[in-house]
């Protein structure tokens, strides 16, 4: 049986750019620790030529085609063991209106909000897609139903401003999600195995924590410990674990989370392969908890299955 490690990064979704990143880190870290590691980008690459040559697959992908299930259904089918969360799960997590539709059914926190499909987004239903919205109470946040890296997602503080704001929305996905905006503070908890890291606090510049904010933007801070006191800190521990076993996730990953006015947290949505870049907040909160780079990597390899 060959020792081959295949990280595959790339890939051909609009978070391509952060996914080769990322997958460059991962192989670099593998090299380093004397593992034989190879990166494929899989933009123009058939996983059926992975049969048979390599150990493990790391996936650092990120978004369509690396984090919906369907790598993961191939490599299961190939008898390659993976890293990160198994197909169902992952196809569950990208969809945002799933995942909150499961999280209330087990009465936990998130915020009011409805799917809108492109297909509805015709002239004929505008009066009846703003009396929901205006049921929600302005500001809301659109956001693409099944896209990473806070690309195309929206505050709409002015109903005159709502269907530009949908219709940017719709170049990511096919479906929107439209919640009621959650004014507060944003933290996000990394999970490695079953354990929780520990909390980051996210401080932007920006009115929400977009694409720019995350990957561009000097100005973001990141706290961690996040200045969360021990009662709280255990409490948003408690409830990512939750959030992350009632949708099956494993392996490692990141839940976002918010802090409302009301002292109350409420759940944004699951990442099962977070970015592993200079900026991300993976590597920051395992550094937090005693792993370096590199222990994360072999660890998350480890757990491959």
Known sequence: MSNK???????????????????????NSMKLMGIQAYGIDTR?????????????VFIALHGKGGEDGSVQTILKYLNIPYTGSRALASSITINKFITKTLWKEYGLPVYPHFLLKKKYFIKKNYLEIKKNILNLKLPVCVKPNSTGSSLGVFKVDNINYLFNAIKKSFIYSNSVLIEKYIEGIEYTVSILGNKTLPS?????????????????????????PSGLNKYKEIEISKLAINAWNVLECSGW?????????????????????????????????????????????????????
Do not use: W
């Not at 690459?45 to 150990?55: D, E, M, P, Q, R």
């Open 44 to 56: 123009n690459f058939s996983l059926f030529l992975l049969k048979k040559k390599f150990k493990k």
């Open 253 to 305: 990953g990141r839940v976002d989370i918010i802090l409302d006015k009301k002292n109350n947290f409420q759940l944004l949505e699951i990442n099962t392969c977070p970015g592993m870049t200079p900026h991300s907040l993976f590597p920051i909160a395992a550094q937090k908890a005693g792993f370096s780079f590199n222990d994360v990597i072999k660890k998350i390899l480890f757990l491959a299955k």
């Open 200 to 224: 980051i606090r996210i401080s932007s510049p920006y009115v929400l924590y977009n694409y720019k904010a995350k990957y561009f933007n000097k100005k973001t801070q990141y706290f961690c």
């Open 5 to 27: 490690i295949a990280v595959l990064y790339g890939g051909d979704s609009p978070e391509r750019k952060i996914s080769l990143i990322s997958g460059k880190m991962v192989l």
